[in-house]
Structure formats: structure tokens, C-alpha cells
């Protein structure tokens, strides 16, 4: 009988992490780095914010996180409205912080993204632009206001 202790699953995919963008890192053989939280992106000049709806298949909002003001609560308040707008598929929405320099694209559905030194905002979510980025900038609670 053995008492070595069983190796963890590699298949599982970190909470943290994006299952495409990993797959997608991987197949290149680039690296991915994933950050668990807003606080922990904001140690690195190179961090991004991702807002994604459609389990990655529409990518609603990419920012530096220079441009992200306002609090953790509020990106996920931000993520649940914008998500409304065009999926609302709650259980389908996530927010990932990942270092990705300006200039790098985001790949995702719908086009993917890129990281620009501004807030980028899908085609689709335009009428909302100036709301998103002033919740972001935390000025504003919701696009709403």
C-alpha cells in the first residue's frame, strides 16, 4: 500500500485563469501570467483588466489597470451590468487581471481585444463607452447613472 500522496489534477484549470487564453498561450508557447486579484495587478505596471461574458466568447472591456479607480466590488457590479446588456449570462461572465503589455492583443471571441494605454470597449458595448469608463475611473456606481 502506497502512502505516497496523490499528484494534483493537472487538467483542472486555476480560478484565476482564463481556460482559453491559457490553451491559446500554451499552443504558442508563450507564458501567461494570471493575477488572483485587482490588488495583486496593481503591483505590476504591465497588468490588465478583462471583462468577458459567453465564457470568453465576447471580451466586453480590456483596461490597463493604471485606469482602473475604483474598487474590486465594483468591476464585478461593473462586469454584472455589462454582461446584462448583451448575454446576461451571469454564470458565463468572469473578470481576469493578467499582465499583458500595451500593444498585445486579448484573444477572445467576437475579435478578441487589445490592450491599449486607454480603456478599450467592444464595438458592441459603444453607447456605453463614457459609463464604463467612468465607473472604471470610479467616479461613477453604475452605467445606469
Known amino acids: 500500500m502506497s502512502t505516497k500522496k496523490p499528484e494534483p ?14 490553451l491559446v ?5 508563450d507564458e501567461y501570467s494570471a493575477l488572483r486579484s485587482l ?27 493604471g485606469c482602473v479607480k475604483c474598487n474590486e466590488a465594483r468591476l464585478y457590479s461593473l462586469l454584472a451590468e455589462v454582461d446584462a446588456t448583451q448575454w446576461d449570462d451571469p454564470e458565463g461572465a468572469s473578470i481576469f487581471f493578467e499582465r499583458r503589455p500595451v500593444g498585445t492583443g486579448v ?9 491599449r494605454q486607454s480603456v478599450w470597449v467592444h464595438e458592441r458595448l459603444q453607447a456605453h463607452r463614457v459609463a464604463i ?7 461613477s456606481e453604475s452605467i445606469h447613472q
Open 9 to 22: 489534477d493537472q487538467s483542472e484549470l486555476p480560478e484565476n485563469e482564463s481556460g482559453l487564453r491559457r
Open 25 to 29: 498561450a500554451d499552443a504558442n508557447g
Open 39 to 65: 490588488s495583486e495587478a496593481r503591483a505590476f505596471k504591465d497588468s490588465t483588466v478583462i471583462l468577458e461574458g459567453d465564457y470568453g466568447g465576447q471580451i466586453y472591456v480590456v483596461a490597463p489597470v
Open 107 to 115: 484573444p477572445g471571441g467576437m475579435g478578441g481585444a487589445v490592450v
Open 133 to 139: 469608463t467612468t465607473v472604471l475611473a470610479g467616479e
